[in-house]
């Protein structure tokens, strides 16, 4: 009778006429008050209009009555998941496929769950399993490429995600995920379809390329089997490599970050130059190497042959212009070389090369010339345009700005473009824990970005905070007026740009949402004199990023600083690059790890990292102290490449701590990890205001 009862109910429950079908399960459950399936079906019931606690219980009952029943268990896991109690969810789930191994939504379910708790390799299996059952299906595929690629590895994640961009070719984010992937891949032999892969991703234009610099280097080094550290170069012999695509994509669209192939670049752009009769099929070669060089702001070492003889050269083009010379072959060949160790508008003649047409000249000058011409006196322009909020006078901030003014940092050339998400979404993201404000949903949506420097950090934000305004804020010009250029280009146009003094923006005069300052207050004179600025610019209960620099993790780096002290050695390009040359050649070996950052490979950034007119460092405790001092709260350390392993590892390490939050443990942590730091020179972390302050 009951068994007839509850088919009907099901049917009208399918049907989605959830009154009826409600009616007749209460039925049974009058007449048989534990009735395990008209119990679990109501609770279904339950769960689709949203009551998921009343799920619970009366699907815990239906469990109490048959526990050997999967789908109970199954059903049970989703409301459990609504309510957030995802562990439980996971046993439940697990129950579900060991009594029916085939409930192919259970283990669905289960995959997501244990990948949304960061469980990678616990949730990768089942995501193979649900794979053989759909070996096209673009989401198991895709989530099995970042999977692997979190868990190091690389070369299983890049299958994935090729097979995923066979079925969607146009989907940024696989693309995204392939590249990445492709990217952290030690190559130990040389692979077309490595190289094909990496081609293409140095063509990819929403991608740092950045990422493949090391990978692309490792990979020429693998095929062209020369001796990288060879006095001459047979320039002959090298027609193969000149050629090579990968090697030219290296050069125009990255900064060179290995140092076997930098010494012999530099060699190879000594001997073209100081070579007689360069030859036509070299030039597009030494257009690329001249990119390379705009790239990296001339950073290769030059000898006092190639400075004598560039500066005649110089003289040479110059007096050419002057006299109305013709733009012929000769002239062009002259532009090129001298491209090789200077940007062209630092020629005398700038202004009348400026107006000739970019299309008269030959393609191999095209780039040079709207790169290292061009884009300068946009940027020019875009200077004069740049609003000022404050004076610059505090004597430190004069002498930063002076740095930044000379070498805007930091030097990026192309960026991950993710697509736009809201700031609300993102702050949920990443503050998964915090109760969000309501005011991260309601106009005006401002964020205040102090030290903005050329804008990498700032535009990667725009897109992230898609419907907020940006306010970015730097003591450098020259920097802001890179960033803006960039901005136009990817067409952001969410961020304003003001040139000012941190220490005085309570001219502003409003509270922002959010205020991120990274790498900023650390290279102010009394960085926490800067940071109570931005907290009373801080709205209370908004959110504030604080990058700082770590003692332990620029170890290497104050040896360095203390050698160039030493040495008395000045910022000028001319003392950085015979510097960087002797630790290139191997005289620094106790400090030699930190050629491992890649801003050792670019005039600004080696400036920035070891040629730094002021810096401080801080240990986790003297961080906790300044935190305390502004009387915010601590919302925890971020971190980028491996985000979740590092968390994981975190976890798994400090139980006790589970909203990651405990000084004490992250000390404990740094030291036994004192890589992860490292590679971010330091701490990385988010505060809030409370809402009493
Ligand atoms: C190392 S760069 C970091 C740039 C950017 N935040 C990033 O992470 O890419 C430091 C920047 O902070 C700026 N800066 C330093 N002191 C400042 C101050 N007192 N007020 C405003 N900007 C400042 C410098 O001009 C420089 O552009």
């Not at 109910?9 to 399918?14: I, Q, Y």
């Not at 008050?33 to 799920?55: F, S």
């Not at 290279?523 to 604080?546: A, D, N």
């Not at 332990?552 to 040495?567: F, P, S």
Request: proline share 5%.
């Amino acid at each position: 009778m009951n068994s007839n009862i509850l088919t009907e109910a099901l049917r009208h429950h399918e049907a989605g006429r959830l009154e009826k079908a409600e009616a007749l399960y209460r039925k049974i459950l009058a007449q048989e008050p534990n009735q395990p399936d008209a119990l679990h079906l109501l609770g279904v019931l339950a769960h689709q209009r949203g009551d998921c606690e009343g799920a619970v219980t009366l699907i815990r009952q239906a469990i109490a009555g048959n526990p050997s029943a999967p789908t109970f268990h199954m059903h049970l896991g989703q409301a459990l998941m609504a309510l957030g109690q995802m562990e439980e969810a996971v046993r439940h789930y697990k129950t579900a496929l060991k009594l029916e191994p085939s409930l192919t939504p259970a283990r669905y379910q289960l995959a997501n769950t244990l990948l949304a708790l960061g469980r990678l390799k616990e949730a990768g299996p089942h995501y193979e399993a649900l794979l053989a059952l759909e070996p096209t299906n673009v989401e198991f595929l895709a989530k099995l490429g970042a999977i692997k690629s979190d868990c190091g590895h690389m070369k299983e994640a890049c299958t994935y995600f090729e097979a995923a961009l066979r079925q969607l070719p146009d989907n940024a984010l696989i693309q995204t995920g392939l590249f990445h992937a492709l990217a952290r891949i030690q190559p130990e032999a040389y692979e077309a379809h490595h190289v094909a892969l990496m081609e293409k991703g140095l063509a990819f234009p929403d991608i740092a390329h950045q990422i493949f610099a090391r990978p692309a280097a490792g990979l020429l080094k693998q095929k062209y089997r020369t001796d990288w550290k060879a006095t001459e170069v047979d320039l002959k012999c090298k027609d193969g490599l000149l050629s090579d695509g990968l090697l030219r994509a290296l050069l125009k669209k990255t900064v060179n970050a290995d140092g076997e192939l930098e010494l012999f670049l530099t060699r190879l752009r000594r001997q073209f130059f100081l070579a007689e009769g360069v030859v036509k099929a070299h030039f597009p070669f030494l257009s690329a190497l001249a990119e390379q060089g705009f790239n990296n702001e001339y950073v290769f070492w030059v000898s006092e042959e190639e400075e004598a003889k560039w500066a005649s050269l110089k003289a040479d083009i110059e007096s050419n212009l002057v006299s109305a010379g013709p733009l012929d072959e000769a002239f062009f060949r002259k532009l090129l070389l001298f491209a090789l160790y200077a940007p062209l508008h630092t020629l005398a003649i700038a202004e009348k090369l400026k107006d000739v047409s970019l299309v008269t000249w030959p393609d191999y000058l095209q780039p040079i010339v709207q790169r290292t011409l061009l884009d300068w006196f946009e940027e020019q322009e875009i200077k004069d345009e740049i609003p000022s909020l404050t004076k610059i006078e505090d004597a430190t901030s004069r002498a930063v700005q002076s740095q930044y003014e000379e070498n805007p940092y930091p030097r990026w050339l192309s960026i991950d473009r993710e697509p736009p998400s809201t700031l609300a979404g993102t702050m949920a993201q990443l503050h998964p824990q915090a109760t969000l404000p309501s005011f991260l949903k309601e106009p005006p949506l401002e964020v205040l970005i102090a030290g903005s420097g050329t804008g990498k950090h700032v535009i990667l934000r725009a897109l992230s905070y898609g419907d907020a305004k940006i306010t970015a804020v730097d003591l450098s010009k020259s920097s802001m007026a890179y960033a803006r250029r960039m901005a136009k280009a990817l067409n952001i146009k969410n961020i304003e740009f003001h040139q000012g003094d941190i220490l005085d923006l309570d001219c502003l005069g409003r509270q922002f949402p959010v205020i991120e300052c990274a790498g900023v207050l650390h290279h102010m004179k009394e960085p926490e004199k800067g940071w109570s600025v931005l907290t009373r610019l801080l709205r209370p209960g908004g959110f504030m990023l604080i990058g700082l620099y770590g003692e332990a993790a620029r170890k290497d780096i104050v040896q360095a600083r203390k050698r160039i002290q030493e040495l008395d050695l000045q910022p000028t390009a001319k003392d950085i690059r015979n510097f960087r040359r002797e630790m290139l050649l191997g005289k620094y070996e106790d400090f030699s790890d930190l050629m491992v950052f890649h801003d050792f490979f670019a005039l600004s950034g080696c400036r920035d990292l070891i040629f730094h007119v002021q810096e401080h460092r801080y240990t986790i405790p003297e961080i906790q102290k300044m935190i305390d001092g502004q009387s915010l709260d601590f919302l925890g350390f971020q971190f980028y490449e491996g985000a979740l392993s590092i968390k994981n590892l975190y976890r798994k390490e400090y139980p006790a701590d589970p909203s990651m939050t405990d000084f004490s443990s992250w000390e404990r942590f740094e030291k036994a990890h004192p890589e992860i730091f490292i590679e971010m020179l330091g701490y990385l972390f988010w505060c809030r205001k409370p809402v009493a302050n």
